[in-house]
C-alpha cells in the first residue's frame, strides 16, 4: 500500500514536472532558494509596509509587516475576539447587530484603502462580510473597526468594498441573487422571473469616513463577482465581473458554466448619482444595521435604516452596459491609468483585456449585440484591447507595477504570471506555493503603485510547513519584484484563509497611530476619572461597579451585598496615560470573555453570578512586577440576604473578634 | 504587553549602541523607539542632577506667594484623575510615597522633572532610583504636560500647608 502510494506519488511528481517544463517556457529557478536577505528585517528595525490582509473564514482582518512576514496586529472586525473582548462587551456588542439579530461571525474577503486623487491617503481600511451581506471600516489611527453597515436587498456582499479615486463610494455586489427584500417568499425555480442582483453604493463622509447607503442599482439574476471603480479618464466608471449569465439555481459547477462568455458590467456612478439625487430611483422599504463606534464614549449604538434608493437600469437608460467576457470571470482590474480593464475568466486560457477608450466609442456608435435583460451587451470585437495568449490556467486576479505591468494570479497552474499591460506579451512567471488566489503589490489596486514585492496568498499549504494535523495555516509567499525576473525571498503562514489584501507605507500610518485614549476626553457614562470617582450602585437588580485599574491595583477590590440573581457590569477604566500599558480583567465563572483596556479606554465586563460565594477576579494582561497581586473579591449572598452594598480598597482588616 | 517590558527600558540603550557599533549603516533606526536612547549627560545635566532638580525640561521654577488659586484647583484635579491611585496626601506610602511634605524634601524642578519626564528621572537620578528601590513600582509616565505639571506642584504646595 505505501510502496503504491510512494510510485504514484513519484509519477504525479513527474508529471506535473514535465508538464510545467512544458508550460513554463522561460521558468526562472530562483524560486527554490529564496533570497531571505531580502526579507530580512534586523530586531528593533522597522517594516517597509503595512500589509492590511483580509482573513476570510475568521472574520477578521491581520496585519502583517512586509517584507518580512511578521504578524504585528489582528483587527477583529465581523466576528468575536475573546482575547480582547470585541463583541462580547457591552461596548462593542452592538457593532455585530444586524437586522437578523447578533451576528459574531463572518466570511471577510476583500480590504479597501481609502484614497485621494487614486492614491492611498492612509485613513480608513474597509473590510467586506460576504455571508450576512456588511460593509466595517477601519480607523486606521487606532487600528479599530469603527463602523458596519449592513446592506439590505443583498445576498453574498462579495464583490466588496472596492473603492473609487477619492473615496466618494465603497460598492457592495451580490454574489447570490435572491428575491428583493419587499417580496421575499417565492419558489426557487421561479429564478429568473423573481430573483434580483443588486449593486450598491456607499458614500463615505471626506471628514469623519461615515458611510451611508446612497443608492442600488438592480440587476438581473447574475453573480457580480469581483470589482473596481475606474480612475482617470474612467473615473466615472465601476466595472463588475460576473458569472452565471445563465441563471441556474441549482447545480452551478455545471449550469454557470454553460455559456461561452458572461459579462463585466460597467455601471456609470455618476450618472447614476445624478439619478438618485433628481429623485428618479424608487425609495424602497427595507430595514438594516448601521452600527458606529463613539471615539469619546468608547461605546458602539445601532442605529435601524429603513430606506433605499433603487435605480432600475431598465427604466433609467444609458448607466448600465455589459461588456461579453470569457469563461465565468472572476477577477476585474483596472490598470494604473485607467485605461485597461482585465478580465480574469477562471476557466478561460487567454486573458481578455478590454479599453476604456473604445467601450466609450461603442456606447457612443451603439455598437451592440444585442440585449441582456433589458440592459445593453457591447460587442467584445469592439470593446478589446486584446488578449495575452496562453498565460497559465485558471487566471484569476491581477494587480500592477508602476512600469506597465500586470501580475496575474493562476489558480490551476499555481503561479503569478507577469506580462505588460499594452503589448500583452508574457514577461516572467514563477510558481506558488500551492495554487494561489488573490496577491497583492504595495498600491497596486491604485493610480500610484508602490511596487517592489508581490505576495502570493495560497488557498493550498500541504508540505511547505511542520504538520499541524489535518488542518493547515495557508501558505503565503513574497517575491521580489524590483528586477525583470520575480524573486521568491519569504514563505510564511497567516491565520483564517487570506483573500485580498493592501499594503501601504509604513510612514503613512505610523505617524498618526494613537498610543492611548486621552482620559479628559472619555465620555462613557461609568468612566471613573480617578480613584475618587469609583463606586458601587445598585438599580434593581442590575449592579453597576464603576472600576478603576492602574499597575497595580484595582479600586474597588473588595466588594460585598451582591446577591443570587442580580445582574453586574463592571466599568472598569484604565488610568494610566502611557503607552502599551493596557489591563485586563475577568471575573471566575463568567459567561464571557476577558476585556482588555487600553489605557484611558473604559470597558464593561457583564458577570450574571450563578451561585453564592466569594468570586475572585483579577488583571488579565501582564502589567508590571506586581501583576499578580492585581487581584480583588467579590462576594454574592443569598437572594434576600441582609449584606449591605460595601466596597472598598486597602481597608484594614477589622479587629479580630472572638470565634464562634 | 510583556513582562520584559521593564527590562526593555535598560536594554534598548545597550542594543542601540551594540548595533550602532557593529553595523556601518544603522542610522534608520526607529525614530519612536520604546525608550528614549541614553545620551550622555552633559554638564548642565551633571550641574542639575548636582542640584536636586532632577533631570528633564523643566530647569528653573519661579514660586509665587501667595498661592496661584487658580492652579491648586486645577491640581487638584489632575491629581484625582492621574495620581491619586497611587499617592495619598498624608506620609503614607501605598503604592508610592504620600505625598506630604515632597514640597520641603524636594526642589520643585525636580518634583516637574520628575512628573513628565519619569523614564529618564528613574535612569539618571539618584533620588528617583531610591524610590524605586523603595517601593518596586515604576512610577507610569502619565502624559502631564509642563503646565499641569505646574499646576500640580502648587496644589502640592497647598497641601504642605503653604498660604
Not at chain 1, 559 to 565: A, D, R, T, W
Not at chain 2, 42 to 52: F, P, V
Request: with cysteine.
Amino acid at each position: 500500500m505505501k510502496k503504491s502510494l510512494l510510485a504514484l506519488a513519484a509519477l504525479l511528481f513527474v508529471i506535473v514536472a514535465l508538464w510545467q517544463c512544458k508550460t513554463r517556457g522561460a521558468a526562472t529557478s530562483a524560486a527554490a532558494g529564496g533570497d531571505a536577505q531580502k526579507a530580512y528585517v534586523p530586531p528593533g528595525k522597522y517594516d517597509e509596509f503595512y500589509n492590511f490582509v483580509s482573513g476570510g473564514f475568521n472574520g477578521q482582518v491581520s496585519v502583517y509587516g512586509l517584507p518580512s512576514g511578521r504578524l504585528l496586529k489582528i483587527i477583529p472586525v465581523f466576528s468575536q475576539f475573546p482575547e480582547n473582548g470585541y463583541g462580547y462587551n457591552e461596548e462593542t456588542k452592538a457593532m455585530l447587530m444586524t437586522s437578523h439579530g447578533f451576528v459574531p461571525w463572518d466570511d471577510e474577503h476583500h480590504i479597501s484603502m481609502s484614497l485621494t486623487n487614486g492614491e492611498q491617503d492612509g485613513r480608513w481600511c474597509f473590510a467586506n462580510a460576504n455571508n450576512t451581506p456588511r460593509v466595517g471600516r477601519i480607523d486606521l489611527k487606532t487600528f479599530r473597526t469603527t463602523e458596519i453597515l449592513e446592506i439590505p436587498n443583498a445576498g453574498g456582499n462579495h464583490s466588496s468594498p472596492f473603492i473609487t479615486e477619492n473615496s466618494e463610494y465603497i460598492v457592495a455586489g451580490t454574489r447570490f441573487s435572491i428575491p428583493m427584500d419587499d417580496q421575499p417568499d417565492v419558489p426557487i425555480n421561479t429564478y429568473k422571473q423573481n430573483f434580483r442582483g443588486t449593486a450598491s453604493f456607499i458614500s463615505i463622509d471626506p471628514n469623519d469616513g461615515h458611510m451611508k447607503l446612497a443608492f442600488q442599482v438592480l440587476l438581473p439574476g447574475i453573480n457580480l463577482d469581483l470589482s473596481r471603480s475606474g480612475k482617470g479618464p474612467s473615473h466615472d466608471w465601476f466595472f463588475f465581473s460576473c458569472y452565471n449569465s445563465e441563471q441556474a439555481n441549482t447545480l452551478l459547477e455545471v449550469n454557470a458554466s454553460q455559456k461561452d462568455k458572461d459579462f463585466i458590467v460597467a455601471i456609470n456612478w455618476k450618472k447614476a448619482e445624478e439619478y438618485a439625487k433628481a429623485g428618479k430611483g424608487q425609495v424602497k422599504k427595507v430595514r438594516y444595521a448601521h452600527n458606529t463606534l463613539d471615539e469619546k464614549t468608547h461605546t458602539a449604538t445601532t442605529k435601524w435604516e429603513t430606506e433605499v434608493i433603487m435605480l432600475d437600469p431598465k427604466e433609467l437608460k444609458d448607466f448600465v452596459y455589459f461588456m461579453p467576457c470569457p469563461k465565468s470571470p472572476h477577477g476585474c482590474d483596472v490598470n494604473p491609468t485607467g485605461e485597461y480593464i482585465v478580465g480574469s475568466g477562471k476557466l478561460a486560457a487567454i486573458i481578455p483585456v478590454f479599453s476604456f477608450e473604445k467601450m466609450q466609442k461603442a456606447i457612443a456608435d451603439k455598437n451592440f449585440e444585442g440585449e441582456y435583460d433589458g440592459i445593453p451587451v457591447l460587442k467584445y470585437d469592439a470593446v478589446l484591447h486584446g488578449e495575452v495568449q496562453k498565460p497559465g490556467l485558471g487566471p484569476l486576479h491581477t494587480e500592477f507595477d508602476a512600469d506597465g505591468n500586470a501580475y496575474t494570479s493562476f489558480f490551476v497552474s499555481s503561479e503569478i504570471v507577469k506580462w505588460n499591460v499594452k503589448s500583452l506579451q508574457v514577461l516572467d512567471r514563477v510558481p506558488t506555493y500551492y495554487s494561489i488566489g488573490h496577491l497583492c503589490v504595495p498600491g497596486g489596486d491604485t493610480k500610484k503603485p508602490w511596487g517592489k514585492y508581490v505576495v502570493a496568498y495560497n488557498k493550498i499549504t500541504k508540505d511547505r510547513y511542520l504538520p499541524t494535523g489535518p488542518e493547515l495555516a495557508q501558505s503565503a509567499q513574497i517575491y521580489d519584484i524590483s528586477g525583470d525576473k520575480m524573486k521568491l525571498i519569504l514563505d510564511f503562514p497567516t491565520i483564517g484563509e487570506p483573500h485580498y489584501a493592501n499594503a501601504i507605507p509604513a510612514e503613512l500610518l505610523m505617524k498618526n497611530s494613537v498610543k492611548f485614549f486621552k482620559l479628559e476626553e472619555n465620555n462613557h457614562p461609568y468612566v471613573a476619572k480617578g480613584e475618587g470617582e469609583t463606586k458601587v450602585t445598585r438599580n434593581g437588580n442590575q449592579v453597576h461597579v464603576n472600576m478603576t485599574a492602574i499597575r497595580s491595583h484595582l479600586t474597588p477590590d473588595n466588594i460585598e451585598g451582591v446577591k443570587l440573581g442580580d445582574e453586574v457590569y463592571f466599568h472598569v477604566t484604565n488610568l494610566e496615560q502611557d503607552w502599551d500599558i493596557p489591563h485586563g480583567f475577568a471575573v471566575k465563572g463568567a459567561n464571557t470573555s476577558e476585556i482588555l483596556i487600553m489605557p484611558g479606554e473604559t470597558q464593561t465586563y457583564y458577570w450574571k453570578p450563578d451561585r453564592i460565594g466569594v468570586f475572585p477576579f483579577y488583571c488579565t494582561d501582564f502589567c508590571s512586577a506586581l501583576h499578580q497581586e492585581m487581584q480583588g473579591y467579590m462576594r454574592v449572598s443569598p437572594a434576600g440576604a441582609n449584606v449591605p452594598l460595601k466596597f472598598s480598597t486597602g481597608e484594614p482588616a477589622p479587629a479580630p473578634t472572638e470565634s464562634k | 504587553m510583556h513582562d520584559m517590558k521593564t527590562c526593555h527600558f535598560f536594554l534598548v540603550p545597550v542594543l542601540a549602541l551594540l548595533l550602532l557599533a557593529a553595523s556601518c549603516g544603522g542610522s534608520d533606526a526607529p525614530a519612536d523607539s520604546a525608550a528614549t536612547p541614553a545620551t550622555p549627560s552633559s554638564n548642565a545635566e551633571t550641574q542639575m542632577l548636582a542640584e536636586g532638580k532632577g533631570i528633564g525640561e523643566v530647569k528653573a521654577v519661579e514660586l509665587k506667594t501667595p498661592l496661584e488659586a487658580e492652579r491648586v484647583s486645577r491640581g487638584e484635579a489632575i491629581y484625582k484623575m492621574k495620581c491619586s491611585a497611587c499617592h495619598k496626601l498624608d506620609g503614607t506610602r501605598v503604592v508610592g510615597p504620600g505625598w506630604k511634605d515632597v514640597t520641603k524634601n524636594r526642589k520643585p524642578e525636580w518634583i516637574m522633572n520628575m512628573v513628565t519626564n519619569v523614564d529618564v528621572m528613574l535612569e539618571k537620578d539618584d533620588e528617583a532610583q531610591k524610590l524605586l528601590e523603595l517601593c518596586l513600582t515604576r512610577m507610569p509616565n502619565q502624559n502631564v504636560s509642563i503646565g499641569d505639571a505646574r499646576d500640580v506642584l502648587e496644589f502640592m504646595r497647598h497641601n504642605d500647608g503653604e498660604k
